[in-house]
T-cell receptor
Framework: SQTIHQWPATLVQPVGSPLSLECTVE??????LYWYRQAAGRGLQLLFY??????ISSEVPQNLSASRPQDRQFILSSKKLLLSDSGFYLC?????????????FGEGSRLTVL | AQSVTQLGSHVSVSEGALVLLRCNYS??????LFWYVQYPNQGLQLLLK??????LVKGINGFEAEFKKSETSFHLTKPSAHMSDAAEYFC?????????FGAGTRLTVKP
């Protein structure tokens, strides 16, 4: 069966420090991969998605970046965190979302920037 | 661009009462529509989906939603609320390879 792992689960970082959140999927090949951010009262904001290795689509211009070095690995990074980067980050995978209609989410990473 | 709007950021019902969570969509083509549920500090899980088959869609945990093209709506309902239904609910639309979510509705169930 397919599983998705996301870490770390909780992170407290100072302003200006770097960030790396990692997500891996097991049990499937060539998934579509997604990073969402959930801020209090603001729903889910799509940050990046990827339909293949090295292919990243960015939805929101900001100081975050994403990379997909391997088929089932998706990394969210920042060189210098801002206070506004605080939130709950969710990684998800899907296969042909528009057809199957389901995204499978990780447990999330809660980032607090102080 | 396709999008969804959820009406009401908070809904409170008594246990056993009807649950109605509202979602309206905007799409220039027939949409794929979804409802997800999120329990505290967890990821989201799919409740149900509409993919242009039957307009009344049944999901898990007794939830259902009806696609109404004339009203551009996809409201989520459950005849009788249970305490375990307390969570945040998200309506979503899928344009192509991504999925766009509404702002969410937090459901509170009072005993």
């Amino acid at each position: 069966s397919q599983t998705i792992h996301q870490w770390p689960a909780t992170l407290v970082q100072p302003v200006g420090s770097p960030l790396s959140l990692e997500c891996t999927v097991e049990g499937t090949s060539n998934p579509n991969l997604y990073w969402y951010r959930q801020a209090a009262g603001r729903g889910l904001q799509l940050l990046f998605y990827s339909v293949g290795i090295g292919q990243i689509s960015s939805e929101v211009p900001q100081n975050l970046s994403a990379s997909r070095p391997q088929d089932r690995q998706f990394i969210l990074s920042s060189k210098k965190l801002l206070l506004s980067d605080s939130g709950f980050y969710l990684c998800a995978w899907g296969t042909g979302v528009a057809v199957t209609g389901e995204l499978f989410f990780g447990e999330g990473s809660r980032l607090t920037v102080l | 661009a396709q999008s969804v709007t959820q009406l009401g950021s908070h809904v409170s019902v008594s246990e056993g009462a009807l649950v109605l969570l509202r979602c309206n969509y905007s799409s220039s083509v027939p949409p794929y529509l979804f409802w997800y549920v999120q329990y505290p500090n967890q990821g989201l899980q799919l409740l149900l989906k509409y993919t242009s088959a039957a307009t009344l869609v049944k999901g898990i945990n007794g939830f259902e939603a009806e696609f109404k093209k004339s009203e551009t709506s996809f409201h989520l309902t459950k005849p009788s609320a249970h305490m375990s239904d307390a969570a945040e609910y998200f309506c979503a639309v899928s344009p192509y390879n991504d999925m766009r979510f509404g702002a969410g509705t937090r459901l509170t169930v009072k005993p």
